[in-house]
């Protein structure tokens, strides 16, 4: 069975900075895409950054210039580091591998 388990999450302050960390363990060859995923209360979860295995990746347009994603394929492992926090980045933040991985998700809570 595969498990993916989220770090990292916590309090920031405006202007801040945090950085998640997702493990993954099990059974499995490699994962092609990977990336993290956001849902604030009473909205709809939003992608927030993926990145390939190849090293691409894609950012969200509210998150680009403050946001990096990155992955270590050797260590199963895939990271967002967060800088210039914004309270609206306040959400449960969701690892997320291929298409039917999820991991149970951190809080991230920005005050302003």
């Known amino acids: 069975q595969v498990q993916l388990v989220e770090s990292g999450g916590g309090l920031a302050q405006a202007g801040g900075s945090l950085r998640l960390s997702c493990a993954a363990s099990g059974s499995f060859f490699s994962f092609n895409v990977m990336g993290w995923y956001r849902q604030a209360p009473g909205k709809q979860r939003e992608r927030v950054a993926t990145?390939?295995?190849?090293?691409?990746?894609n950012y969200a347009d509210s998150v680009k210039g403050r946001f990096t994603i990155s992955r270590d394929n050797a260590k199963n492992t895939v990271n967002l580091q967060m800088n210039s926090l914004k309270p609206e980045d306040t959400a449960v933040y969701y690892c997320n591998a291929d298409v039917g991985y999820w991991g149970r998700g951190t809080l991230v809570t920005v005050s302003s």
């Open positions: 990145v390939t295995r190849s090293g691409s990746t």
